[in-house]
Structures are given as structure tokens and as C-alpha cells.
């Protein structure tokens, strides 16, 4: 197995968990979530990407979407919210990606 | 090339692509990709954006996977299995496979109905069939020349046999359509990355 391949693997889910880590702070739109993963790029989500990420988890009612039009005009933004069920899951995914981290660092030291 | 001349093309072909959608879905996604264009636009970053987007078909096709694969995996139904496995087997081979497989269960448990219900209409043809000089056996319904050769080993028990074993198929095929599913929608996370 490459490199690629093998980090393509290591990035199995943690999309998922990195999304709904950030909607825990605030609602964010697609945009604001992109703007907010641009320093982070090995979380490797894109504009091609976090759209039918963020429709999957809106239809699976782990997020809730809900337009916002800004005050001064402009065009709306779909705003993303955890739901309870997020929230749940979030929480879960979590403690199984600190249970991970912890025990990998162990073996592969933290360098 | 302004950028109103970018982004509408763009919006037409991913509106066409997405056709097949139902009307609320495709609106609501169109929305938030015009809106996303919109927003980059301002930024002056819209070049960017259709680079990272892909071609609008190729957009349409992250969305329409992601639906199709969780309507058939919510409803585990047959039909909407089925569907998703047909709708996305000429894409990924995952789907081709699965659909393979789950197909000739499907075939399998059809073939069963019929030979149940051959054994109302023609009782004389239907049976499970065994020509002892051949070694040959067969369930459903025969050629009648071949019933000089062949004996008849269910007799009316071929009707709930025919069934249990259409049930056994059918259940076989649904378990390996949604097995199929399920690997696609693991995959999905893959092509995130």
C-alpha cells in the first residue's frame, strides 16, 4: 500500500468528525466551515466534497441546515447546526478517536 | 469571461445533472452551490471554487451517490436496493458486483415463485425433477417428453419447498445488495480524502 493510499485510509471518518467537531462551537455554512478547514488541509475536505458530506449528515439528522439571509442584503447562506442526535454522536466518535489517539501515540511516539 | 458567464453555465449543467433528484432535493443543493459561487465570486476567488468543485457533473455525481446509497440503506427495501445498485453500477465497480450478486438471488427467488405457481396451474409439469440414468435433477417445470425419463420426488410438497427456498433467496439477495451498500457507503469517506 502507498503513502497515498494508506493517508486516504487514515482519513476514513475523521471528515465526518472533523465537521461535526466545529458545528459544536457555532453554526457555520459550508463556506464557513471550509474557511475554518483551509489551515487544516489534511483534514482534505474541499468544495467538491463538504457539500454532499454536509447533505449526508443533514439527512441522516445528525445537522440541521436553515437559510440566513444577512441583514445588509446579499446572498443567504444554508447555516449548519448540531441536533441532538449530532450532538450523540459527536460525543461518541470522540471518545473513540481519543481512545485511538492515546494508544497509537504509545506505540509511534508523538514526533 | 465575466463571472455571471462562469457561473451560469455551470448551474444549468449541474441542474441537468441532477435531474433525476426529486424537485426538493435538487433545489435545495442548487441553492446552496449558487449561493457558494455567489460568496466566492465576491471574494474574487470563483476560479478557485470551480476548480475545487470539479465539473458540474462531476459535483452532481457526490451528491446523487450519497443519496441514492442512504435511501436504499434507510428503506432496506428491494427495490430501492436494487435501484441504487443498477443507478450506480456502470460508475462503480462495487456496485456492479452487488448488483451481480444480489441479482442472481433475486433470478433464484423469482424462479421459485413461478414454480409454485406452476404447481397450481400445470401440477402434470411442475415438481423437482430427477432423471436417475443421467444423474440430472431439476426444479420447475418440464418439457413433457422428459417425464418418461424423469420421476417426480416432491409431489405436493413442492409448493412450500418452492416457497421456503424462494424466501432463503430472496433473503440472500436483500442480505448481499445491502452488504454491497453498506461497503459503498464506507467508501464514500475514501473519496472525501
Not at chain 1, 472533523?18 to 489534511?42: F, H, N, Y
Not at chain 2, 426529486?22 to 433545489?27: C, F, H, S, V, Y
Request: neutral net charge; charged residues 25%.
Amino acid at each position: 500500500m502507498g503513502i497515498d493510499s494508506w493517508k486516504s485510509q487514515l482519513r476514513k471518518g475523521a471528515a465526518e468528525l472533523a465537521v461535526l467537531g466545529m458545528l459544536r462551537e457555532k453554526d457555520l455554512s459550508g463556506i464557513g466551515l471550509l474557511d475554518e478547514l483551509s489551515a487544516k488541509p489534511e483534514i482534505g475536505l474541499s468544495d467538491g466534497s463538504i457539500y454532499p458530506l454536509l447533505n449526508r449528515l443533514e439527512r441522516e439528522g445528525r445537522i440541521k441546515g436553515a437559510w440566513v439571509t444577512p441583514k445588509a442584503g446579499g446572498h443567504g447562506q444554508k447555516k449548519y447546526s448540531l441536533t441532538p442526535k449530532g450532538r450523540a454522536a459527536l460525543k461518541v466518535m470522540s471518545s473513540i478517536w481519543n481512545g485511538f489517539k492515546v494508544q497509537l501515540t504509545t506505540i509511534v511516539g508523538d514526533e | 469571461m465575466t463571472s455571471t458567464e462562469k457561473i451560469e453555465p455551470f448551474m444549468r449543467e449541474l441542474s441537468r445533472a441532477l435531474s433525476s433528484l426529486k424537485e426538493t432535493d435538487r433545489d435545495d443543493i442548487l441553492l446552496e452551490i449558487r449561493s457558494h459561487l455567489e460568496h466566492r465570486k465576491e471574494e474574487s476567488r470563483l476560479d478557485e471554487a470551480l476548480v475545487s468543485l470539479g465539473s458540474a457533473k462531476e459535483c452532481a455525481r457526490g451528491f446523487y451517490e450519497e443519496i441514492r446509497l442512504q435511501e436504499a440503506f434507510t428503506d432496506g427495501g428491494p427495490t430501492k436496493t436494487i435501484g441504487a445498485l443498477v443507478a450506480l453500477a456502470s460508475r462503480r465497480i462495487t456496485a456492479a458486483f452487488g448488483l451481480l450478486a444480489a441479482g442472481v438471488f433475486y433470478l433464484m427467488a423469482a424462479g421459485f415463485a413461478v414454480t409454485a405457481v406452476a404447481e397450481v396451474v400445470t401440477p402434470e409439469l411442475a415438481g423437482f425433477w430427477v432423471d436417475a440414468d443421467k444423474g440430472a435433477f431439476f426444479m420447475g417445470v418440464i418439457d413433457p417428453d422428459s417425464t418418461a425419463t424423469a420421476t417426480e420426488m416432491l409431489g405436493s410438497w413442492l409448493i412450500p419447498v418452492a416457497a421456503g427456498l424462494g424466501v432463503i433467496a430472496l433473503i440472500c439477495g436483500q442480505w448481499l445488495g445491502r452488504f454491497f451498500i453498506r461497503r459503498m457507503m464506507r467508501n464514500s469517506a475514501d473519496r472525501l480524502a
